[in-house]
T-cell receptor
């Protein structure tokens, strides 16, 4: 069945350094990929989405490119800020269904 | 604009009692609604998908006997956690499909604590 893999459970880095959170997926269908950000005690909020192969999508300083050849949708940011500390979830919705399958999440902690 | 409203935002119930949570579609019609649970330190699990005038489809490990869902019209759905225990703690999220290629719409969730 469909699945999403986020290999890092915890990422800690210093403010100003680049961020890269990995996301790979498996599906037999065409798909939408999403990144959600969840701050403490809040619901997840949509950060990015894409269904177009090899097209970079950007929002709030973050960007990701869907690569269907490698089934990846890694989240990146050139310079981390303290306020970026949060849980990040990669999720997919495969063709024919809109409900999401979430990855296990990556806790990003940005230190001063 | 379209949004999903969930009520209550937070609730506490005694172990063994039941708790009902509601999901309201505002500004659009929710032909289907998905309920998710995020247990402490875990990711979001799909509980069930409810479509108006169709049978509710529960995922593995979730049953109608434990999580009965009502979806009487295109703007409202409710789910009850029956006989709640510690393992039922978490954030319960209600989602509905966005229009066209929009992302699914989620509510702010109902956070359930069990004493």
């Amino acid at each position: 069945g469909d699945s999403v893999t986020q290999t890092e459970g915890l990422v800690t880095l210093t403010e100003g350094l680049p961020v890269m959170l990995n996301c790979t997926y498996q599906t037999a269908y065409s798909t939408f990929l999403f990144w959600y950000v969840q701050h403490l005690n809040e619901a997840p909020k949509l950060l990015l989405k894409s269904s177009t192969d090899n097209k970079r999508t950007e929002h709030q300083g973050f960007h990701a490119t869907l690569h269907k050849s490698s089934s990846s949708f890694h989240l990146q940011k050139s310079s981390a800020q303290l306020s970026d500390s949060a849980l990040y979830y990669c999720a997919l919705a495969s063709s024919g269904s809109w409900q999401l399958i979430f990855g296990s999440g990556t806790q990003l902690t940005v230190m001063p | 604009g379209a949004l999903v409203y969930q009520y209550p935002r937070r609730t506490i119930c005694k172990s063994g009692t039941s708790m009902r949570m509601e999901c309201q579609a505002v500004g659009f019609q929710a032909t289907s609604v998905a309920w998710y649970r995020q247990s402490p330190q875990k990711t979001f699990e799909l509980i069930a998908l409810s479509t108006v005038n169709s049978a509710i489809k529960y995922e593995q490990n979730f049953t109608q006997e434990k999580f009965p869902i009502s979806h009487p019209n295109l703007s409202f759905s409710s789910m009850t956690v029956l006989n709640a225990y510690l393992e039922d703690r978490g954030l319960y999220l209600c989602g509905a499909p966005g229009e066209g290629n929009q992302a699914p719409l989620f509510g702010e969730g109902t956070r359930l604590s069990v004493l």
